[in-house]
């Protein structure tokens, strides 16, 4: 590997993840927390469960950040003709079209990410902080790795509010506690966007949308001039789709689905 992929965007920022991961975890520890009081205790069981949500915390980060999130093949393999030769099923009036940068056909609900260079299936958003795009295949692990961390954070509020103690002279005490009370503005911080974020994909995975759905549907074509979204399919139905994959199916085939519901006539 070559020097300067050590400086690429992702090593960078995946570092910077663990080291301030690990550093937070290193102050709760350091410092007249509860964590500390149960380990001087010898109440082990809670500091480790802290510790293996953290690690889990991680590794799900890097699940996240290093997989596929659904990358359109440029080159289709068997089983991607047959699913080109679905798209027969759209309407005519919403005719799929070729990504002018990969020159891919781009089945319903990808697009291309600028900073991958890649058309997404199902895309959902570029995560500057994961430095990967979120799609069909990542999406769920994702939402589970906002869960877990909200967890954490919280968690880590909570220790670190337990080790402050303020006092005077404030000279004195930003020496003793200063760290602690900057570690528990950065977890403030940093749970108030988690929990946002949480909550945020939670409504659009009820409701079986995407981000970029949600914030451009008046610019994509297979919504743009309807009033609903197509590919709802009810609450149970979206959330077996979403975590379990279940019914299976094309985008291409739940909205000819649509298409039939909404043309039938009445009885």
């Known amino acids: 590997m070559a020097p300067w992929a050590l400086l690429s965007p992702g090593v960078l920022v995946r570092t910077g993840h663990t080291v301030l991961t690990w550093g937070i975890t290193l102050v709760l520890f350091l410092h007249d927390t509860e964590l500390r009081q149960w380990e001087e205790q010898g109440e082990l069981l809670l500091p ?3 510790l293996l949500l953290v690690l889990g915390s991680l ?27 679905q798209t027969a099923m759209v309407p005519p009036a919403i005719p799929l079209r070729r990504c002018r940068y990969c020159l891919v056909l781009q089945p319903l609900r990808a697009r291309h990410c600028c900073e ?36 954490v954070l919280l968690w880590g509020l909570y220790l670190a509010w337990s080790g402050l103690r303020f006092f005077q002279p404030w000279g004195l005490w930003l020496r003793s506690s200063g760290l602690l009370f900057a570690t528990f503005l950065l977890l403030s911080f ?27 549907s008046h610019r994509i074509a297979y919504l743009r001039q309807r009033p609903s979204n197509p ?11 979403f975590f379990c994959g279940w019914p299976s199916g094309s985008w291409e085939t739940l909205w000819a689905e649509e298409e039939e519901e909404g043309s039938s006539p009445a009885v």
């Open 48 to 50: 480790l469960t802290f």
């Open 59 to 85: 590794l799900l980060y890097f699940a996240v950040s290093l997989m596929d999130p659904g990358y359109v093949n440029v080159q289709p393999q068997p089983q991607e003709e047959l699913k080109e030769e």
């Open 116 to 151: 991958c260079r890649r058309c997404v299936r199902r895309y959902d958003h570029h995560c500057p902080w994961m430095e990967n795009c979120v799609g069909e295949r990542n999406h769920p692990l994702f939402v589970v790795y906002l869960a877990l961390q909200l967890v």
């Open 190 to 216: 940093f749970s108030l966007v988690a929990s946002l974020l949480l909550a945020s994909h939670l409504y659009l995975v009820a409701s079986n949308t995407t981000t970029w759905e949600f914030i451009s």
């Open 231 to 241: 590919f709802d399919r009810g609450l149970t139905r979206n959330l077996a789709h």
